[in-house]
C-alpha cells in the first residue's frame, strides 16, 4: 500500500496524504530509503547518505506548506547546507564539509523538505552528462548506453527512478534541461535573478546559472519555485516576486500565446530527425490546445558565441579556485581534478582583464538582439539538445585537448546555454520518445521574469497529455 501510495503521487500529492494522517513524514523518508538502498547500485544517482539526520527531521513537527514531508535530494554542487558535504563531484573537494547554510537552503527548511543525500555531479558541473572519476558514472534508468545527463543527472536519474518525487537541480548551460529531457522529467530553469546565491555568493557566470529542482509535475515545480524564490537585498539581478504564487496561477486559463519555433541549429543546419520529430509533436499539441505556432528559426554567430561563452566561464572557473585555495591553504593541482577541468581553469587563467572585460560586453550584445528577435513571441519552442541523447561516455572530462572536450560540449548545448545569458526562463517537458523509448525533451523559452506563462503552459500540455505514469521499467 504504501509503495502503491509513494510511487502514485507526486511531491504535493504526498504532503497532502501527511496532513490527512494517512501516512507520516518518517514513513515516507523510511520507503525513500527503501527505494535508494534498492535502486541506487544500479544507477549510481546518490553519492551521499543523510539518513540519519533525515529520520531526525521527519519525526519533529515540520513547517506547513505545499511541500511538507517530502522525500528530497540535494544536488552535490555549490550551495551550502551546514553540516552536509559539498564534494563538487572533484577530488579536490572531497573531504569538505558545508559550514555556512546558503538562503536557498534555509528555504527548502522552511518549506518542509526532508533531504536525505547529495546526488551525483560530473566534475564542478562542467558537463551535460555525470560521470565523474570520484565517484563513476549515473545510469540512465531508461537506457544504460545513453547519457543520463548533466550536471544535474543523479538528481534526474533519482526523481525518473521513484527514489524521491523531486530533487534539488542547478543550470548554468543546459545542467537542469537537459537531464530533463534524457530523463523524461520537468526542469525549469527560472530567470535570472528569481533566486539570491546569498549569503555567501553574490553571482555566478553573470547571472547566466541558476538553482531550482527537477521533478514528474508541473505543479511539483511550481511549489517549489514558490517556496525558494526572491533576491537579497543588493542582489545584482534582483526581480520582484510575482503578484500571485505560481502554484495558484498554473490553475488559470491559459491565454491564446503566439508561439514560434526552430528545427534548425543556428547556423542554418538540420537538427538530428528525431528531435526534429519531437518538435513537431509538440507544435502540434500546442496548436491543437489553440495556440498560434509559427516557424522562426533563430540564427546567432555560433562560433563566436562559443569561444565568448568558454572564455567567461574559464576565468570564472579559475577565479572559483584560487578563491578555493585561499580556503582550503593549498592551489588546486593536475592531480586533484580530471583533465578537462584543468584545462579550463588554465585557460581561464590565461585570458587578460582587457579581453575578459570585452567578452562579456559581446556576450551581452548577443543576448540582447537575441531577446530582441524573439519579441514577437510569448513563447519560443526550441529543442534541448541537436541531437538524441548521446552514448555514455561521449563527454570524456579525461580528454587532454580542453578544445577537444569543449568543442564537443558547447556544440551539444547551443540551444540552451545562449537561454542562460539572455537570462530568459525556460522549462523542458517529455512529450516524445525515441524508437528506442528513450525520452526527448523540448523546452520553452520564456520572456525574462514570465515564469508563470512558461508553468501554465507545461502545465496544460501535461492536462491534455499526461506523462507522470510514464516510467522507466526499474519504477
Known sequence: ?????????????????????????????????????????????????????????????????????????????????????????????????????????????????????????????????????????????????????????????????????????SDGGGSIRVPAS???????????????????VVDYWYGAVVFLCV????????????AVAGAHPGDPYALPLPAMPYLSTISEATRRLRIGLTTRLPDGSPIHPEVSNAIERAARICADL???VAEHHLTYDLDKFKQIFIRITGVQSAAFFRSCAERFGRAVTPQDVEPATWGIVELGKAVSGIQHSDDIEAMRKMSRKIIEELTPF??????????????????????PDVRVYNEKLLSDIVFTAPFNCTGQPAITVPVYYSADNVPIGVQFIGRIGDEATLLRLAAQIETAYPWKERHPSVF
Not at 215 to 226: I, M, N
Request: with cysteine; charged share 20%; proline share 8%.
Open 1 to 169: 500500500m504504501l509503495t502503491q501510495l509513494y510511487k502514485g503521487s507526486d511531491a504535493i500529492g504526498l504532503s497532502d496524504r501527511i496532513r490527512k494522517k494517512d501516512v507520516t513524514a518518517l514513513e515516507l523518508v523510511e520507503h525513500a530509503i527503501q527505494e535508494i538502498e534498492r535502486l541506487n547500485p544500479t544507477v549510481n544517482a546518490v553519492t551521499a547518505k543523510l539518513y540519519d539526520q533525515a529520520r531526525k527531521t521527519a519525526a519533529q513537527p515540520l513547517p506547513d506548506g505545499a511541500l511538507s514531508g517530502v522525500p528530497f535530494l540535494l544536488k552535490d554542487l555549490s550551495v551550502e547546507w551546514k553540516g552536509f558535504p559539498v564534494t563538487n563531484g572533484c577530488r579536490y573537494f572531497k573531504d569538505y564539509v558545508a559550514t555556512t547554510d546558503w538562503h536557498i537552503a534555509r528555504r527548502v527548511r522552511d518549506a518542509g523538505l526532508i533531504p536525505l543525500g547529495k546526488t551525483n555531479v560530473p566534475e564542478n558541473g562542467w558537463c551535460v552528462a555525470t560521470e565523474p572519476k570520484l565517484f563513476g558514472p549515473t545510469i540512465n534508468p531508461w537506457n544504460a548506453s545513453v547519457s543520463a545527463g548533466g550536471s544535474s543527472g543523479g538528481s534526474a536519474v533519482a526523481v525518473a527512478c521513484g527514489m524521491v518525487p523531486l530533487a534539488e537541480a
Open 215 to 226: 521533478s514528474r509535475t508541473v505543479r511539483d515545480t511550481a511549489a517549489y519555485l514558490d
Open 290 to 292: 489553440g495556440h498560434d
Open 378 to 399: 510569448d513563447v519560443y519552442l526550441a529543442p534541448v539538445l541537436p541531437v538524441p541523447p548521446r552514448p555514455a561516455g561521449w563527454y570524456d572530462m579525461s580528454e
Open 182 to 200: 534524457n530523463n523524461g522529467l520537468v526542469g525549469l530553469k527560472p530567470s535570472r535573478g528569481r533566486l539570491t546565491f546569498g549569503p555567501d
